[in-house]
């Protein structure tokens, strides 16, 4: 039985899910006043405030919020620091681990997907046909990317990072470092750039990239095979401007772009 707002200790399994919470929600939005906080809260029988609370003492933990001088709140207990340090030591296992209990808390069955859009919470998002007839492991990795989608998304505020297009169906994750070859970047929200579907095919076939600045570049193969038309109103016009980074958001790893920026023939 669930006591909610009483004062009983935090779990492990509840910490899990809180961490995945908080990597979907950017630091501005720990409050109690956020629709997917009080969704959580009700799940795990506490009250919002307990569950935006504890999201700020796992943010005296973050070391990218450290670097942009946030601090979290004090009164984290040594089980928050000992769960963060487990979910960050194998991201990939603890993100499926916490993408099935969270599945089981909120009923999903089936090829359902679960969905967190910030600002309207969790929804349940009824499957394909083909989604319906998927062998477990195929679900098991969509589980991951899900998570990813929602957490690149999220960081960026549901706005492409080039045009700053705000309709979440034409909006996709894009890795910075490839999924098949950098398993242990795999989910790291660093690791991704929100992008419309024009610029995130671009950009996975290296024929764009970021510098060290956050500025668009632009391939030469894109000028030299489009018409100059295209070119100018959908490359040339956003060509050397700084990616779209919403203030509150944990940017993009600079490393990564480097890498990525390696393969973009400037």
Known sequence: MLHVGTSRKWTRDELILALNLYHKLNF???NSSNL???????????????VSMKLCNLASFDPGLAQRGVNGLRGASALDRSVWD????DLEASVLESELKLQDVFGVVGGERLELLPKLGYRIVSPTTRESTEAEAV???????????NAVLNNFDSKCGVTGIGMRELLNASHILPWATHPAERLDVRNGVCLSSLYDRAFDRYLIGFDGNYRLVVSRR????LGSDAYERFFACFSGKSLLIPSESVPP????LRQHLQRVAS
């Open 36 to 50: 997917a906080i009080q969704q959580i809260a009700t799940k795990l029988g506490r009250t919002p405030a307990s």
């Open 139 to 149: 679900r098991v990795e969509r589980l991951k990317q899900g998570y990813f989608r």
């Open 86 to 89: 487990e979910y960050h030591a």
């Open 222 to 225: 894109v000028k030299q095979e």
């Open 28 to 30: 501005g939005q720990f």
């Open 253 to 256: 790893s600079q490393d990564f």
